[in-house]
């Protein structure tokens, strides 16, 4: 099973400032089944992202995605006050070994 | 409008069983694998198990955790998925969701692209004596 590590557990920024969230994988995952989803509280994840770099239809080009192998990573270039929510990344290996990351707590600073 | 509505959640016994279910709308339900995915309170998402369409002979698969336990199915004149859930044990206190995979051919990069989306807004399964 591949693990998907988060990093950094929690971050703290403020509004107009770039984030940069991390997912490290345990072995190699191929780009195009590794996505970016937001879940914010109450509420059902979100598609921000797909095959790695693709923004998801109506998600703001302020998000974009990057990275290959075992390195990923989440860029929220300048945040929204509305952009504060928790984000997991998700790689779709042979069912039923489909995981996500642990995910990573966006908080107003 | 794409649509998942989950339904059927509530308050079990430890070794009870519970059904449910997840209505789609705004798009070919039958063409599509359907997933369950759960998130206990605070915690990170679980996948919990899939089944593919009838082109792909209704697969199903299960994480470790629910296998033998749980059994995903469709009724497909009905665009509704369904969760069994059987010997329910307390850890599997959570929210459940359905979710659509989506699997697109990129015929320029010879790539498939696989994600989830949407995503339905959950139904709560408490297990407690």
């Known amino acids: 099973e591949i693990v998907l590590t988060q990093s950094p557990g929690t971050l703290s920024l403020s509004p107009g400032e770039r984030a940069t969230l991390s997912c490290r994988a345990s072995q190699s995952v191929s780009s195009s089944y590794l996505a970016w989803y937001q879940q914010k509280p109450g509420q059902a994840p979100r598609l921000l992202i797909y095959?790695?770099?693709s923004r998801a239809t109506g998600i703001p080009d302020r998000f974009s995605g990057s990275g290959s192998g075992t390195d990923f990573t989440l860029t929220i270039s300048r945040l929204e006050p509305e952009d504060f929510a928790v984000y997991y990344c998700?790689?779709?290996?042979?069912?039923?070994?489909?995981?996500f990351g642990q995910g990573t707590r966006l908080e107003i600073k | 409008e794409v649509q998942l509505v989950e339904s059927g959640g509530g308050l079990v016994q430890p070794g009870g069983s519970l059904k449910l279910s997840c209505a789609a709308s705004g798009f070919t339900f039958s063409g599509s694998a359907m997933h369950w995915v759960r998130q206990a309170s605070g915690k990170g998402l679980e996948w919990v198990g899939r089944?593919?369409?009838?082109?792909?002979?209704?697969?199903?698969a299960y994480a470790a955790s629910v296998k033998g336990r749980f059994t995903i199915s469709r009724d497909d004149s009905k665009n509704t998925a369904y969760l069994q859930m059987n010997s329910l044990k307390t850890e599997d206190t959570a929210v459940y969701y359905c979710?659509?995979?989506?699997?697109?051919?990129?015929?320029?990069?010879?790539?498939?692209?696989?994600?989830?989306?949407?995503w339905g807004q959950g139904t709560l399964v408490t297990v407690s004596s």
């Open positions: 089944i593919r369409s009838k082109a792909n002979s209704y697969a199903t």
């Open positions: 095959g790695a770099s």
């Open positions: 998700q790689q779709y290996g042979s069912s039923p070994k489909i995981t």
């Open positions: 979710t659509r995979l989506v699997r697109y051919y990129d015929i320029l990069t010879g790539y498939y692209y696989n994600w989830f989306d949407p």
